[in-house]
T-cell receptor, first 109, second 114 residues
């Protein structure tokens, strides 16, 4: 069955430290993955898509099909990165996006 | 270009009642998906509408139903409300299949069932 797992509910790091938000997925087809972010009092918004191989706000994510992972990384955390982060999988045969339970990232000054 | 708008923003209903939530999709988007987000959890897929037809459904009972109109706006209807239906309901619009652009989300409707 298709599933997205984010093992950490909360991740707290110091400003300037590296960040890695973990995401693992279960999907029998060819996966298409996203990271969404929700800043305080704002709506859920797309951060990046694996098909674009982009870096947004210093964040990158690499799809590792062998480990079925799509971890989100940033080399130097900034205070404005504090937010809720959701990993998501496009379940193409059902045209729906499945979300993980989310990780709250807290950056300490 | 306008984003996704949802109404109302907050709603309180009594157990057993019915509720209708509304969503206007982003300009150019013809697919609308609805999600339920309980406190502390990620969004759970309810269903998706494309060209006024249901195009995929999650594990929600039939008392959750929807509509999409020719202008691509959508409604989510929930009958016989239960306490566990209390949640944030999110609407998201997209192009078909959402492959490249992902979803654009509204701010949600917070439903409280008492």
């Amino acid at each position: 069955a298709q599933r997205v797992t984010q093992p950490e509910k909360l991740l707290s790091v110091f400003k300037g430290a590296p960040v890695e938000l973990k995401c693992n997925y279960s999907y029998s087809g060819s996966p298409e993955l996203f990271w969404y972010v929700q800043y305080s009092r704002q709506r859920l918004q797309l951060l990046l898509r694996h098909i674009s191989r982009e870096s947004i706000k210093g964040f990158t994510a690499d799809l590792n099909k062998g480990e079925t992972s799509f971890h989100l990384k940033k080399p130097f955390a900034q205070e404005e990165d504090s937010a809720m982060y959701y990993c998501a999988l496009l379940y193409s045969s059902a045209s729906k996006i499945i979300f993980g339970s989310g990780t709250r990232l807290s950056i300490r000054p | 270009e306008t984003g996704v708008t949802q109404s109302p923003t907050h709603l309180i209903k009594t157990r057993g009642q019915q509720v209708t939530l509304r969503c206007s999709s982003q300009s150019g988007h013809n697919t609308v998906s609805w999600y339920q987000q309980a406190l502390g959890q990620g969004p759970q897929f309810i269903f998706q509408y494309y060209r006024e037809e249901e195009n995929g459904r999650g594990n929600f009972p039939p008392r959750f139903s929807g509509l999409q109109f020719p202008n691509y706006s959508s409604e989510l209807n929930v009958n016989a409300l239960e306490l566990d239906d209390s949640a944030l309901y999110l609407c998201a619009s997209s192009l078909p299949a959402a492959r490249r652009e992902g979803y654009t989300f509204g701010s949600g409707t917070r439903l409280t069932v008492v």
